[in-house]
């Protein structure tokens, strides 16, 4: 089984910057690509950003330009570097890597985020 746990949520202030980490366990040989989402109470979950296993990277319109995901393969690491934030940024932040051949996936309990002056 594989395990993802985020760390690294809490609360900023309009404009200011958190970045959360991602870390990956359990019976993987390899770390295949990650994305990040987040749900907001109320919406839907959001896709955010995606990054390959050879460190290519996709975002959101909602994000791109702000957020920047990265990955230490060495480690079992993601990252989600969050700047610039806005209150609408506020949500419960969600890791994933899917499973290869199947269209489920491995999620991680979330972090909250809560952008608020």
């Known amino acids: 089984q594989v395990q993802l746990v985020e760390s690294g949520g809490g609360l900023v202030q309009p404009g200011g910057s958190l970045r959360l980490s991602c870390a990956v366990s359990?019976?993987?040989?390899?770390?295949?690509?990650i994305d990040w989402f987040r749900q907001a109470p109320g919406k839907q979950r959001e896709w955010l950003a995606t990054?390959?296993?050879?460190?290519?990277?996709n975002y959101s319109d909602s994000v791109k330009g702000r957020f920047t995901i990265s990955r230490d393969n060495a480690k079992k690491m993601v990252y989600l570097q969050m700047n610039s934030l806005k209150t609408e940024d506020s949500a419960v932040y969600y890791c994933r890597m899917g499973i290869p051949d199947s269209r489920l996936a491995y999620w991680g309990q979330g972090t909250q985020v809560t952008v608020s002056s």
């Open positions: 359990g019976s993987i040989f390899s770390l295949d690509a």
């Open positions: 990054i390959g296993n050879a460190g290519s990277t």
